[in-house]
């Protein structure tokens, strides 16, 4: 049971260029959602997805787009990568009650240089 | 506006020694309230919740938390600490505001010392 996948593993960009981050799950969980972890200011929430074929904007979304692919993935694109959104970034999903517990993937390292 | 405070930002414990690591709150309405551990260069894991009841909470790994309402507190509590408990934990809170997303905590680095 491979839980929440996310690749890649570390990414450095320059100024401007884009890319996207997958995410997948193999846990059959309703809601998605993508944060970033900065230091000292624990995890703030990008985008999410409560189910599939559906995306909300969470705390702090400018600069990133989000696609809910099929109920197992939940991608996030940088358009045009600014050097504020070097961060590690976490996917996370949860069953859909809001009181159970999330599950996260084990991160992207982003540099943008 | 709910937000949650980790008041320090690393706890140092003796290996054996009991530890507790703090999380206080603000919220309108009922706390629903998490725990998170973070090993090196690992996603977070969840450790234990207070939805209603109990207030001393049991969780994974032997940990257990005190939900405080007077205080509007909620901290995390192992009695006897091992080096392996050394990582980053983060309290959260859920947001009535926002649709029920979480509120993190800025997280406390817990070293545990042989």
């Known amino acids: 049971n491979a839980g929440v996948t996310q690749t890649p593993k570390f990414q450095v960009l320059k100024t401007g260029q884009s890319m996207t981050l997958q995410c997948a799950q193999d846990?059959?969980?309703?809601?998605m959602y993508w944060y970033r972890q900065d230091p000292g200011m624990g995890l703030r929430l990008i985008y999410y997805?409560?189910?599939?074929?559906?995306?909300d904007k969470g705390e702090v979304p400018n600069g990133y787009n989000v696609s809910r692919l099929n109920k197992r993935e939940f991608s996030l694109r940088l358009e045009s990568a600014a050097p504020s959104q070097t961060s590690v970034y976490f996917c996370?999903?949860?069953?859909?009650?809001?009181?159970?517990?999330?599950?996260f993937g084990n991160g992207t390292r982003l540099t943008v240089t | 506006a709910q937000s949650v405070a980790q008041p320090e930002d690393q706890v140092n414990v003796a290996e054996g020694n009991p530890l507790t690591v703090k999380c206080t709150y603000s919220?309108?309405?009922?706390?629903?309230l998490f725990w998170y551990v973070q090993y090196p260069n690992r996603g977070l894991q969840f450790l234990l919740k207070?939805?209603?009841?109990d207030n001393l909470v049991k969780g994974s790994y032997g940990f257990e938390a005190e939900f405080n309402k007077s205080q509007t507190s909620f901290h995390l509590k192992k009695p006897s600490a091992l080096v392996s408990d050394s990582a980053l934990y983060f309290c959260?809170?859920?947001?009535?505001?926002?649709?029920?997303?979480?509120?993190w905590g800025a997280g406390t680095k817990l070293i545990i010392k042989p």
């Open positions: 846990m059959n969980h309703n809601s």
């Open positions: 997805s409560a189910s599939e074929g559906t995306t």
């Open positions: 919220v309108s309405g009922n706390p629903y």
């Open positions: 207070y939805i209603t009841g």
């Open positions: 959260a809170v859920r947001d009535m505001d926002s649709n029920y997303q979480l509120i």
């Open positions: 996370a999903s949860r069953p859909g009650s809001y009181n159970s517990p999330l599950h």
